[in-house]
C-alpha cells in the first residue's frame, strides 16, 4: 500500500495565504483589519503557550489581535464583565475565553455570556445548535480543520464508513455531526465510539475513515486498521526524551510507525491536525469579519 501521509503543514499555509491576501485587499481599500481578541485567566503554561500562537497566527495573517491577561484570582464576576465589555465592542469581531478555567470560576456560565455572533470557538450552546442542524455557524476548530483537510486533500468523504473513537464536546462529538451531514464534504455513514463500546477493533476494522481523539499515546495499533483506510490522528502527547535537543518529542493516539503502511492516508503528529486546528480560529474570524463588514 503506499501510504500519503497528509501535508497539513502545506494546506495551513495556503489558506493562511488566502486569508491574508484577502485581510490586505480589504485594508487597502480603506476596511479595518480583523480583530480576534482573547481572555487568558491564571498562568497555566498550555494555554499561555496556545495565547501566545493565536497571537502570533493572528499577526501572520494580517489581524489585530489583543490578548486580556488575568491573574488566577480572578472573580467570575469580573470575568463576566470583561466578556461583556468584548460583547460590545465593536472593533472586535470575535474572541475566545482560553479554558480551562481557575477551579472557582463555572465554564459554562462564562461559554454561556459570550455573544454566539463573536463566539469563533463554536462552543456557544447557540452555535452547538446550529451545527447540529447544519445551519451556518462557527464551527468548533479541530473538527473544522480535520474537515478542511480531508476536502483539501481530496479524500472522498461521501458514502464512506467513518469511525470517531472518543466523544468530547470539542472534538469528537462534533466531529461525527459534521461528517454525517448531508453536504458534499460530509455524507459518511458514521459510527461514535467511546469508553463503554464493547467491540472496538471490530468496529475500527470496519473504517474507511478512522478519526482517533481518544488521548491515550500509541492507542491504535497496526490489528485495528483496515488496509487501505485513511487516519486521522488527533492526540497529543509529550513524551520526556533526554537524547531529544527539546527534552521531548510529540507524538499522538496511533502508533504511527505501524499504521502508516496500512493506509492510503494518514495524518502525522506533530504537523497534522494541531496546525489545521490553529488555522481553523482564523477562518472562524474571517467568518465574524466578514458579516461585520456586510452590517457596516
Ligand atoms: P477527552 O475529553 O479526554 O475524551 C477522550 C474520549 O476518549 C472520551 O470520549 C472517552 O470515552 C474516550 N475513551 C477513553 N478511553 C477509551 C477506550 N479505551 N476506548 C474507547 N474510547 C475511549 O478527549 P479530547 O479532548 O477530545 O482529546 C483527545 C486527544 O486529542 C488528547 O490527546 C488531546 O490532547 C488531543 N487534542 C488535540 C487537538 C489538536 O488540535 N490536535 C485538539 C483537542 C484535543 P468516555 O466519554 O466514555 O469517557
Known amino acids: 500500500m503506499k501510504t500519503v501521509v497528509i501535508d497539513a503543514k502545506t494546506i495551513a499555509a495556503q489558506i493562511k495565504d488566502e486569508i491574508a491576501n484577502e485581510v490586505r485587499l480589504n485594508t487597502e481599500k480603506g476596511m479595518r483589519p480583523p480583530h480576534l481578541a482573547a481572555i487568558l485567566v491564571g498562568e497555566d503554561p498550555a494555554s499561555k503557550t496556545y495565547v501566545a500562537s493565536k497571537e502570533k497566527d493572528s499577526h501572520s495573517v494580517g489581524f489585530t489581535s489583543s490578548v486580556y ?19 460590545n465592542d465593536p472593533d472586535v469581531d470575535g474572541f475566545i475565553v482560553q479554558l480551562p478555567l481557575p477551579k472557582h470560576i463555572n465554564e459554562n456560565n462564562v461559554i454561556n455570556a459570550i455573544n ?89 476494522l470496519q473504517a474507511d475513515i478512522l478519526v482517533v481523539a481518544i488521548g491515550k499515546r500509541h492507542f491504535v495499533t497496526e490489528d485495528m486498521v483496515k488496509e487501505g483506510a485513511v487516519v ?49 480560529l482564523l477562518m472562524n474570524t474571517m467568518t465574524a469579519y466578514r458579516r461585520n463588514m456586510e452590517k457596516a
Open 69 to 87: 491577561r488575568y491573574p488566577e484570582t480572578m472573580s467570575e464576576k469580573e470575568l463576566l464583565g470583561v466578556v461583556d465589555f468584548l460583547n
Open 116 to 204: 454566539p455572533d463573536k463566539d469563533v470557538d463554536g462552543f456557544h450552546p447557540v452555535n452547538v445548535g446550529k451545527m447540529v442542524l447544519g445551519m451556518p455557524t462557527f464551527l468548533p476548530a479541530t473538527p473544522y480543520g480535520i474537515q478542511t483537510l480531508l476536502e483539501r486533500t481530496g479524500i472522498e468523504t461521501s458514502g464512506k464508513h467513518c469511525v470517531v473513537i472518543g466523544r468530547s464536546n470539542i472534538v469528537g462529538t462534533p466531529m461525527a455531526n459534521m461528517l454525517s451531514r448531508n453536504a458534499s464534504n460530509a455524507n459518511c455513514t458514521v459510527t461514535l465510539c467511546h469508553s463503554r463500546t464493547q467491540n472496538l477493533k471490530e468496529l475500527t
Open 232 to 280: 486521522v490522528d488527533v492526540g497529543i502527547h509529550r513524551v520526556d526524551d533526554p537524547t531529544n535537543p527539546k527534552g521531548y518529542y510529540i507524538t499522538g493516539d496511533v502508533d504511527f510507525e505501524h499504521v502508516a503502511p496500512k493506509c492510503s492516508f494518514i495524518t502525522p503528529v506533530p504537523g497534522g491536525v494541531g496546525i489545521m486546528t490553529r488555522v481553523s
